[in-house]
């Protein structure tokens, strides 16, 4: 027979968490992409733009 060992109150602290961390991930990699921007236009060009 299998118990359920599982806390479900760790279990939502945890859901809670890892949310949290997804949240501030998304707002440094938009933060990246606009210095990124920032610097190609700072060095003459626009971001994401070939030379033709």
Do not use: C, F, Y
């Not at 118990?3 to 938009?30: K, W």
């Amino acid at each position: 027979m299998q118990t359920n060992l599982r806390d479900p109150e760790l279990d939502e602290e945890l859901a809670g968490i890892l949310s949290a961390i997804s949240i501030v991930s998304r707002r440094l990699a938009r933060k990246l992409l606009t210095l990124q921007h920032q610097d190609a236009i700072k060095e003459g060009g626009e971001a994401d733009e070939q030379d033709e």
